[in-house]
């Protein structure tokens, strides 16, 4: 499966941004689905995933309460709703996939997206 992200940008701490990711070339609704952030001199982080039929999900702390992630899987394609973004946000965002069982390390997705970039202003 190729998976293509898209809706990073600048925005002012305290905004909002929608990243999407664009699935084909698989049977998207088989793929277990999560988002992870790099900033620059870090490990690439966890962020939140989200199981086949999309009934269950999972935050990292940090984004828990502002960040939703959620799938049409009619549109293969997954989403990442970020409301009250702080600068410390600011990384380059990528999607995953796996189609077994996938939880919070990298490791354990075998499809990646080429990412897009989230920078948040103080």
């Known amino acids: 499966v190729q998976l293509q992200a898209s809706g990073g940008g600048l925005v002012q701490a305290g905004g909002s941004l929608r990243l999407s990711c664009a699935a084909s070339?698989?049977?998207?609704?088989?793929?277990?689905m999560g988002w992870f952030r790099q900033a620059p001199g870090k490990e690439r982080e966890f962020v939140a995933r989200?199981?086949?039929?999309?009934?269950?999900?999972y935050y990292s702390d940090s984004v828990k309460g502002r960040f939703t992630i959620s799938r049409d899987n009619a549109k293969n394609t997954v989403y990442l709703q970020m409301n009250s973004l702080k600068p410390e946000d600011t990384a380059v965002y990528y999607c995953?996939?796996?189609?077994?069982?996938?939880?919070?390390?990298?490791?354990?997705?075998?499809?990646w997206g080429q990412g897009t970039q989230v920078t948040v202003s103080s």
């Open positions: 995953a996939a796996n189609n077994d069982v996938a939880y919070t390390d990298p490791v354990e997705y075998r499809y």
């Open positions: 989200i199981r086949r039929a999309g009934g269950s999900t």
């Open positions: 070339g698989g049977t998207f609704s088989i793929y277990r």
